[in-house]
């Protein structure tokens, strides 16, 4: 048998682990290591008597086995270890020696870690105990577990405090029973409160797990958590419910009355007998959905804290929605005047999805009409209606409007409504707006705002920015924030120099993506330009994409028929067809990334203040990058290309690039990820996929940072040698995929190192 050595530390104090070895070696009859041929030999047990030698000193035999464990990777089953014991102890019954005394300390932790405890194994340790005051002492120990003051008074603790809990327990109910009627009839607000407070857990000791009724009873019985049930319900019978105004004033106030959660737990109860939303009152409605928007109530769900909704409410929005409306708009417009910074309400109005826009359009427009200098929600009212392009008519009267009131406005808003104004006709706020923002870059903060991101504005196919829009923003925005990346630290906020740079940059790629022979005169006009200067590299790489998409377009233009031929295929209309247009796209900007002179590589580095490359970038930033790189091919074709795509089993993607029912996943790595070689089959195929409308076809995307990457290249095995360049590497993934999924799955190595040394070409011959 071959032997392996097990290493167990420093010679200065491996004293206890030499002993280790030796006891393994002498129940195993062999050295044993971490060798995996030898783990599932026979293992000899041997008649040895050298099984125990000269142990040190362990405070408990838990102790000992736990290194035990360790220095022979768990691979001696306890049973066996035992057994030797048992050898030894039996054919040991004369003098009794330090061993013999260590080797039955040791026999009952080993015998309590068994899987199946012998019974005769411990009828032999109890007579054996009986041998000696010395081991009967050992035998005492093993078999008495004193335990610690602290665990002592802890449960003492928790005993008394439940028995507490039931004494109190029992005491509400003697308390129940003498004002049941007045709880079952609504008219007790103390209990009823008490009881809403157990009905929606908002008693810490309150199970958030159970249902409210068993919650309910479980601190009351089952009879009397009818009665309380039939309290809530009674409760909006009563009179002097608050009114709408009643709780709105509570705000103001900042307090409120705890017996309202038993209202709102009364309706519960309501819907639960009652589902017909059509027939509850009126104003009980009303003020059911105000008090509402006033409390809120947390529920916890995988440790996870959400807002409760109330299950009868996307109901009155379904069949009622007009009273819906009615109530909030008075909610909002008390708020508003009242000049509440956060209002649910209003929120819940600009976010929630399932209302009517023919029935919300009016409402924002009105609150943005009667309220258009507020403080605190011009801003967000303004931003929602921009959104809308139903309405644009009516919001640039409206914009222009505020623009001429200028010396009424606050400077803040005055400079919202001149954006907006901007944004929905250029040609007649451009001076102003130029104006207004070479001279405050607080307005360019509003600009990024008013006008989201460049995928919003495509996903939602409005509020699409003009070329000259384009051109005149990044210059005025330009001549406040020179371009800069986002430190190696981190960040915070939204409005650093960086996060301007970083809007700055999308809208040059915007206007990159943009095939005509306009927009390349705008990327001309832009270089020149001495505020831009800090852009250059970007600007020239984004001319460079643009030079292409527009010798694209010329082509398409220059022979019509051969053009319509070609278009009917330009857009693929099968997943077979965009991952062939994909891969080529993608190997094109690889070489433009290697090769071509402007640096592209930089992007995806840290660099210092001297443009030296520092650490590569995350990977997040990295897929940011090249994302724009392939949306700048792919969006003129129609093509959408997305980060964190949402597959199959809400699995997500680094990027989706996908057309009406058809799905391709991207997956992107750096190459000294710990995963690099297995998530091409691991995570790609397996997880990504599988989604029907990827049919099978993925993407594995690698970036190389070469020789100044910070961490080791993984090794794809111990027999393979590492990967000298990218196009090796890339080579190497590519033979990972079985042979039957080369068609549809690819591996793309990207080297962003800088280090390639471009071709030259030689002269042609003059012969």
């Not at 000193?57 to 306890?78: A, C, D, K, M, W």
């Not at 826009?357 to 921009?386: G, R």
């Amino acid at each position: 048998m071959g032997e392996i050595s097990v290493k167990t530390g420093n010679n200065a104090r491996n004293g206890g682990k030499n002993s280790l070895n030796r006891l393994i070696r002498c129940v195993c009859g062999k050295k044993i290591g971490p060798d995996p041929r030898n783990f599932n030999q026979r293992v000899s047990l041997g008649r040895n008597d050298l099984l125990i030698r000269t142990f040190p000193r362990y405070n408990t035999g838990y102790l000992f086995l736990h290194e035990f464990g360790q220095s022979t990777f768990g691979v001696i089953p306890r049973e066996l270890l035992l057994s030797r014991f048992m050898h030894y102890l039996s054919s040991n019954r004369g003098g009794i020696l330090d061993k013999t005394r260590f080797i039955y300390r040791l026999a009952f932790p080993t015998l309590w870690n068994c899987d199946t405890p012998s019974q005769q194994v411990f009828n032999f340790l109890i007579t054996y105990g009986g041998m000696s005051n010395e081991l009967f002492s050992i035998l005492e120990a093993a078999l008495v577990c004193e335990i610690d003051d602290w665990r002592v008074k802890i449960n003492i603790s928790r005993i008394e405090s439940e028995r507490e809990k039931k004494d109190i327990i029992d005491s509400n109910k003697v308390d129940f029973q003498q004002v049941r009627e007045q709880i079952a009839s609504g008219e007790h607000l103390g209990w009823l409160k008490h009881i809403a407070y157990i009905y929606y857990a908002l008693y810490n000791d309150v199970d958030e797990k159970l249902t409210c009724f068993e919650r309910l009873s479980s601190s009351l019985g089952d009879n009397y958590t009818i009665d309380a049930i039939s309290g809530l319900v009674a409760l909006l019978g009563r009179a002097d419910l608050p009114s709408i105004d009643d709780i709105n004033n509570s705000l103001i106030k900042g307090e409120y009355y705890e017996w309202w959660y038993a209202i709102l737990a009364g309706s519960d109860e309501l819907w639960n007998l009652k589902g017909d939303i059509t027939l509850w009152d009126n104003e009980l409605l009303k003020m059911l959905i105000t008090l509402d928007a006033r409390l809120s109530i947390h529920v916890k769900e995988d440790n996870v804290i959400t807002i409760y909704s109330l299950p009868w409410k996307k109901y009155v929005i379904l069949y009622r929605e007009v009273l819906f409306i009615e109530t909030y708009s008075y909610i909002i417009d008390f708020c508003i005047k009242n000049k509440f910074q956060h209002i649910v309400a209003l929120n819940y109005i600009l976010h929630e999805k399932s209302l009517q826009d023919s029935h919300v359009i009016p409402l924002v427009m009105y609150f943005a009409k009667k309220y258009p200098d507020d403080i605190n929600h011009t801003q967000s009212l303004v931003e929602w209606l921009l959104e809308r392009p139903q309405i644009r008519g009516e919001l640039l009267e409206l914009s222009q409007l505020m623009v001429n009131r200028r010396g009424v406005l606050k400077k803040v808003n005055y400079h919202i409504w001149l954006v907006c104004c901007y944004l929905l006709e250029p040609e007649q706020a451009y001076d102003l707006f130029v104006s207004e923002a070479k001279s405050d870059p607080e307005i360019i903060w509003l600009v990024r705002e008013l006008t989201g991101n460049a995928r919003r504005r495509r996903e939602n196919n409005n509020q699409e920015l003009s070329l000259i829009q384009l051109e005149t923003i990044i210059k005025v925005s330009a001549t406040h924030f020179p371009n800069a990346n986002h430190p190696v630290e981190g960040s915070h906020g939204s409005r650093n120099s960086w996060d301007y740079a970083e809007f700055i940059r999308a809208l040059i790629n915007e206007i990159s993506a943009i095939s005509s022979y306009d927009a390349s005169e705008v990327l001309e006009r832009l270089l020149l330009l001495p505020e831009c200067e800090s852009y250059r590299d970007h600007l020239s790489h984004a001319k460079s994409n643009q030079i292409i998409r527009y010798r694209e377009s010329q082509f398409y233009h220059a022979a019509w028929k051969q053009a319509v031929s070609t278009l009917v295929n330009e857009t693929p209309a099968n997943v077979m067809d965009l991952y062939s247009l994909l891969l080529n796209h993608l190997r094109d900007i690889s070489n433009r990334i290697t090769y071509e002179n402007t640096d592209i590589y930089k992007q995806f580095w840290n660099e210092d203040s001297y443009g030296r490359t520092l650490v590569p970038k995350p990977e997040e930033s990295c897929r940011h990058i090249f994302l724009e790189l392939l949306r700048t091919r792919l969006n003129p074709l129609k093509i959408s290309c997305e980060p964190e795509g949402h597959m199959v089993s809400d699995k997500r993607a680094d990027i989706i690039v996908s057309l009406p029912g058809i799905k391709i996943p991207i997956e992107i790595k750096r190459d000294y990820h710990r995963d690099v070689w297995t998530a091409l089959n691991g995570q790609l195929d397996k997880l990504y996929t599988k989604n029907p409308d990827a049919a099978g076809y993925g993407i594995y995307l690698v970036f190389w940072f070469g020789s100044a990457r910070p961490n080791t290249l993984p090794r794809l095995s111990k027999n393979i040698l590492q990967p000298e360049n990218a196009s090796t590497m890339e080579n190497m993934l590519n033979e990972t995929v079985p042979f039957e999924k080369r068609d549809r799955l690819s591996a793309i190595v990207i080297d962003v190192s800088g280090e390639v040394i471009p071709p030259v070409e030689e002269p042609k011959s003059s012969v």
